[in-house]
């Protein structure tokens, strides 16, 4: 069962001078299962879109729809919906509060009406899922942590409530490049292990290109490209038109086939990148 | 939920009235209020009706939205009104049970109550008029002649600017926070008032921790850039007098006169 997006328009401040229309009749899907990356230059909306899907905020035309069950229509099952569809935030670990990691992380299991054992024992699954020895970190403060272990607590807190759909909203921002690294292992790991789809927002190319399935580019509120990152990649001057830089392997291959180089289009990964000017290379020099 | 509720309440056109030196704003509306203590019969209030019908024409700021600055003290004029209407001695106009209304006592309501409107609207108009960075920089320049008794003028409007400025950072803070818990199952919205208040650590506990980051960050930031106090610090926006007070401290003038020979005459 897919979450479902149909026509969506959603306005700010209506009636007041400030009015700015965020999303402009945005049709998406998400499949069970899926990794996408949803990516758009800051206000293109992103965020707010992935704030309907969770019923954070109603959208002003249009439905959305989770698992079958129409978003905002009944008040009762927004907590179902949002146990299905867990999201976090950009810099998520401004939202810890409580003594211990163990608890902080407890807390959406706790909102759910969970059993003490079932509650312990997804708190220990969800440590473990982001790379903490659960015994050494659960009665730890989590203000005493690091930045990016903070990060993987909150990280942890939205995975203990067994999300089907986990959003992620710039979760490597402002982290250096270790940290950047671990969040992006952790979420691959995640997603092989187990059917969640990932649905991951980024401003950046470069991140999420080598992760995804699929990727959504928003612009200006409506829903720009969509294809897989091969298909995105090989679009590069329409992506840096609207703003969004490209990953480095896409702009050396754009400019050696600018020179007459024979590179293909769709390269990737350096890897690929580097197979590729090693054929051509040779084919010249025979 | 935050979106549209508005700080202070200054409106923001271009008029003489919000252009006009912030001192002497402040000036005016402290001796405005004493004045309006000075007189004594309703004939009286019409001279004071009738300047702030000029200041409200001249500063554009709709008449709607200055009577909407009376409505969070509409129960204190009620108030005051009952009170003096049922406590006052006197001759006896109309009883019911306990209830004496006396003539005395109507004339002292009707007359607190048009004292008090007045007064709201007026001292309502200086924040109308002014916004709140530029009435600190008038309170701070009008403190400081108290420096030389130890009070630190520019410490405090320093800080009132600060917490100004903060305001709708700390707004959008909490609207972002409570988001995320809302995220996590959390539900600021129901229960009885024990179990509401509980519900509120997960947004207080975090928004807390954000505020004093904040002040931690701001205070490194203004040292970075050697900021020390008050003492020989300049300043961008230079308040002069210009003609525009002149004339404004001239029409003040002739409505004082008027007050004060209205109650000596």
Not at chain 1, 25 to 40: C, D, K, P
Not at chain 1, 55 to 68: N, Q, S
Not at chain 1, 148 to 167: E, H, N, S, T
Request: hydrophobic share 45%.
């Amino acid at each position: 069962m897919p979450i479902r997006a149909e026509n969506i328009k959603y306005v700010y401040s209506e009636g007041t001078p400030f009015r700015t229309l965020a999303l402009d009749g945005i049709n998406v899907q998400i499949n069970q299962g899926e990794f996408v990356g949803i990516i758009g230059h800051t206000g293109s909306g992103k965020s707010t879109l992935i704030q309907l899907f969770n019923g954070l905020e109603p959208a002003t035309e249009g439905t959305v729809e989770v698992d079958g069950t129409l978003v905002g229509e009944d008040k009762k099952r927004l907590k179902t919906i949002r146990q299905k569809v867990g999201l976090v935030f950009q810099y998520p670990e401004y939202q810890l509060f409580e003594e211990t990691v163990a608890k902080d992380v407890g807390f959406g299991p706790l909102n759910l009406g969970l059993s003490e054992e079932e509650i312990s024992f997804r708190v220990k699954e969800a440590l473990e899922l982001v790379g903490f020895n659960y015994n050494k970190i659960k009665d730890a403060s989590p203000f005493e942590l690091s930045g990016g272990q903070k990060r993987r607590v909150a990280i942890a807190g939205v995975l203990a409530m067994k999300p089907d759909y986990l959003i992620l909203d710039e979760p490597t921002a402002g982290l250096d490049p270790a940290g950047r690294n671990e969040i992006f292992r952790q979420i691959k790991k995640l997603h092989e292990l187990s059917d969640v789809s990932v649905i991951l927002v980024s401003h950046s190319m470069e991140d999420i290109a080598k992760l995804v399935d699929r990727v959504i580019v928003l612009c200006k509120g409506k829903v720009h490209m969509e294809g897989t990152p091969k298909e995105i990649y090989s679009e590069a001057d329409e992506l840096e038109r609207i703003g969004l830089g490209i990953p480095q392997t896409a702009s050396i291959v754009r400019e050696l086939r600018k020179r007459g180089f024979n590179i293909k289009q769709d390269v990737l990964t350096i890897e690929e990148a580097k197979e590729e000017i090693l054929k051509e290379v040779r084919r010249r020099n025979v | 939920m935050f979106r549209n509720l508005t700080i202070g309440q200054h409106y923001p056109v271009d008029s003489p009235v919000h252009n006009l030196d912030p001192r002497l704003k402040i000036i005016f509306t402290i001796i405005f209020i004493i004045s309006l203590f000075l007189i004594e019969s309703f004939v009286g209030f019409l001279i004071v009706a009738a300047f702030l019908t000029v200041v409200i024409t001249i500063s554009k700021v709709p008449l709607k939205f200055v009577i909407k600055g009376l409505r969070p003290i509409l129960f204190i004029i009620l108030v005051t009104f009952l009170i003096n209407l049922l406590m006052t001695p006197g001759r006896v106009v109309f009883s019911l049970g306990f209830i004496k209304i006396t003539e005395e006592g109507l004339r002292q309501a009707g007359f607190m109550a048009v004292r008090l409107t007045l007064l709201i609207m007026g001292t309502s108009l200086l924040t109308l008029t002014t916004s709140p960075i530029i009435l600190t920089d008038g309170i701070e320049a009008l403190l400081k002649p108290f420096t030389k008794f130890g009070l630190p003028a520019h410490e405090l409007a320093m800080m009132m600017t600060i917490a100004l400025r903060f305001i709708p950072t700390l707004m959008e803070e909490t609207e972002k926070i409570m988001k995320a818990q809302k995220s996590r199952g959390a539900d600021f919205e129901s229960g009885n008032i024990v179990s509401r208040a509980k519900n509120l650590v997960p947004l207080l506990v975090p928004l807390f921790i954000s505020a004093f980051r904040r002040a931690d960050e701001l205070a490194m930031a203004m040292e970075a850039r050697c900021y020390r106090g008050g003492v020989n610090r300049t300043r961008m926006r230079q308040m002069k007098i210009t003609k525009g007070d002149y004339a404004a401290a001239f029409i003040f003038t002739v409505y004082l006169a008027a007050v004060i020979v209205f109650k000596i005459w």
